[in-house]
């Protein structure tokens, strides 16, 4: 038998080569997320309940990378975060959340609520304009006057532009009347669509975020390979996700290339990310399954315990290469997944042959980060648990029907990842900044200006475990 050797990030390093690069803003780190999708940074932040849901996929697409919506929900939950993260930051909204006059206002409240906006535009049965309600017109409402119909406390007096109207123009209204919201409608007063003064300021601060063809943010959602599967799908590409990602821990199998190969059939324009994969042969199948992208890695996550109670996997860096290989033959790009806890690993999996690197218990216990705080020892920390954990499998069932059932027998669940609480790290754009700002750096090292020419010139060398403890800050005390 023939005894490979496997590598990981913290094996090797990345040879030094001559650089003409004077400051790190020269350098460029778009890329492709899949065949045809491509982000302003190489991250993408992971699949998992304690990770992204619509605020961090929000705070990714706004970076220039994107998050992916776990599929730990109902249909109905998945697809609300997802057209939140798409009416984040469309100076467009097509479709303005709407309610009727003779509705009361605490059904008002509660649906502003529920969708998380500021006001709502009021409509007649024949979707003519009537009015606006917002949070003006219910800041100083008394209890007993939720029972009122929203027709009682609403603005009647609207401005309103044409739809079709300019953004030039929009902004103008805007300014010139002191309002946050312009309602866009036909010749015959009906709605069809909003301008907010918050999504034309958030276009203009954020001028490098990953959007889709009709200026929203970019957006993408998992699906598993069992149950509702192909109803999810479809629900999700309807509400404006951008690309599907079948999410199964071991990807080179019947489930997930049967799953791959009936969402393709059904939904040829989808695409569609499929994994997780460690080997050529696994992410050559799944490229002639008809996936647009492979996330490789098996049990290198933070939180993952595969490799210890199955006893497979492969160290992350030799996957990456491997699989990589595979991917530049067929021009299908690679997602490093796992691994990744700084910049340096992120820069060594991009020189490997990722495309781009999926990332969680980084962003982890950040603000943008799904659950609540909580403290020990005086300091602050969020919850963080690998998908495949005991916990999260004893809930999935719940967050996937609604229902409380567990039908199976949890004797039987043999768990492969962990619990953990991470610390509070703040908000995940200063988490982004500091590891864009070191792949910069790393290209600048390996004398590229863009990551394919970084994996073009990108020379390993491996290291010895002294050479790893030179590596670290050594021979002083750490303040």
Sequence with gaps: MDIREGLTFDDVLLVPKHSN???RSQTNLQTKLSRNISLNIP???????????????????????????????????????????????????ENPYTIGPNQTVREAIEYMREKGVSGL??????GTLVGILTRRDIVMLEPADEKKQVKEVMTRDVIAARSGVGVQEAKDLLRKNCI?????????????GLITSKDIINAGNYPHASKDKKGRPLVGAAVGVKGDFMERTEALLDAGTDVIVVDIAHGHSDNALNTI???KKAFPNCELIAGNVATACGAEDLIKAGVDAIKVGVGSGSICITRVITGSGVPQLTAVVDCAQIGKKYDVPIISDGGVRNSGDATKALAAGASTVMVGSLLGGTDESPGSYVMKNGKRYKIYRGMASFYAALGRKTKE?????????????????????VPYK???VDIVKQLTGGIRSGLSYCGANTIPQM????????MSTAGYAESQPHDVELM
């Design 401 to 421: 029907t609604g229902t409380a059932a567990m039908s199976e027998d949890l004797n039987d669940y043999v768990a492969e990842g962990v619990e953990a609480m």
């Design 43 to 93: 991250i993408i932040s992971a699949n998992m309940d304690t990770v992204t849901e619509s605020p961090m996929a929000v705070a990714m697409a706004r970076e220039g990378g994107i998050g992916i919506i776990h599929r730990f929900l109902t249909i109905s939950e998945q697809v609300t975060e997802v057209l939140k993260v798409k009416r984040s930051g469309s100076i467009l909204i």
């Design 180 to 192: 946050e919201k312009l309602p866009l409608l036909d010749e015959r007063g009906n709605v069809k």
């Design 261 to 263: 190969r009936l969402i």
């Design 21 to 23: 690069i004077t400051t």
């Design 426 to 428: 703040g908000t995940v």
């Design 455 to 462: 994996q073009q010139n990108a020379e390993f060398i491996k």
């Design 121 to 126: 535009l009021v409509t007649d049965p024949q």
